[in-house]
């Protein structure tokens, strides 16, 4: 019998577990693992890294919380490799938040860029699918206004929407990062429903901007839009701070 060449090389270093995640990942990028695939098991990983078990355990469970891999238990359980989306970005993203490594400045001027850049493209390849598509999301947050509820999450997908008539995949994972994001924290700041009806406004006018193919027009609505949704926050974080600190009295990170 042909004896089969292992996948992964043997890892010889204190920090194995870095190793052994960082081949796998390599695997992953390069299509030998393809989403729903069940990775080998421990025992057959420890094998071939030669390495113990546990530091593969632990080379998964890195893995999995950086979204590449999910972990199922039971009998037709394993290591299974995810879809590699948004998701990843979002979470490095949040990290980066909650340590206080990025502040609402910073999100500001990556949301006007980012919008910006993303809008010159949609006006120029958006197509009647997508218009309908956007037109659909506005009246969507309407009604749900209507009902005297927040448009909150419909709100936030009007973003990824024009991310995605920009027919760039890069700018539409990068827009849905950013987007969770801001979702986040206008759920956990508690936005009321008569800023949610002006977002929606401001949704309606680049929408038709957007189909008037006018960029300029389109790009100025957007940065009042950005700086308007950063002083709510700004403002709601600040009303926030008292209770935070009651809550901590040792102090957390910045929002």
């Given at each position: 019998?042909?004896?089969?060449?292992?996948?992964?090389?043997?890892?010889?270093?204190?920090?194995?577990?870095?190793?052994?995640?960082?081949q796998?990942?390599?695997?992953?990028?390069?299509?030998?693992?393809?989403?729903?695939?069940?990775?080998?098991?421990?025992?057959?990983?420890?094998?071939?890294?030669g390495v113990a078990r546990i530091v593969v355990r632990e080379a998964l469970r890195v893995l999995e919380?950086?979204?590449?891999?999910?972990?199922?238990?039971?009998?037709?359980?394993?290591?299974?490799?995810?879809?590699?989306?948004?998701?990843?970005?979002?979470?490095?993203?949040?990290?980066?938040?909650?340590l206080g490594k990025i502040g609402f400045g910073h999100l500001t001027e990556a949301r006007l860029g980012i919008e910006k850049i993303t809008l010159a493209f949609v006006v120029v390849r958006a197509d009647e699918k997508d218009l309908a598509l956007l037109k659909e999301n506005v009246q969507q947050s309407e009604n749900v206004l209507l009902t005297g509820k927040r448009a909150t999450e419909a709100n936030v997908s009007f973003h990824v929407l024009l991310a995605k008539a920009?027919?760039?995949?890069?700018?539409?994972?990068?827009?849905?990062s950013i987007s969770r994001i801001v979702y986040t924290l206008l759920q956990s700041l508690k936005t009321d429903v008569e800023y949610s009806t002006r977002v929606v406004q401001y949704h309606k006018d680049i929408y038709r901007a957007v189909c008037d193919r006018n960029e300029a027009l389109a790009a100025k609505l957007?940065?009042?839009h950005i700086q308007d949704v950063t002083r709510k926050l700004s403002e709601l974080s600040e009303a926030e701070k008292p209770k935070r600190e009651r809550r901590h009295p040792g102090g957390i990170g910045p929002v």
């Open positions: 019998m042909i004896k089969k060449k292992p996948l992964f090389a043997s890892i010889k270093t204190r920090r194995a577990f870095e190793k052994v995640s960082e796998i990942k390599e695997l992953i990028f390069s299509g030998v693992f393809k989403p729903g695939d069940r990775l080998l098991s421990e025992r057959e990983l420890a094998s071939q890294f919380q950086s979204g590449f891999i999910l972990i199922r238990q039971g009998s037709e359980g394993g290591a299974f490799v995810k879809e590699i989306g948004a998701s990843v970005v979002t979470q490095s993203f949040s990290d980066m938040m909650r920009s027919k760039n995949p890069l700018l539409g994972m990068i827009q849905e957007m940065e009042e």
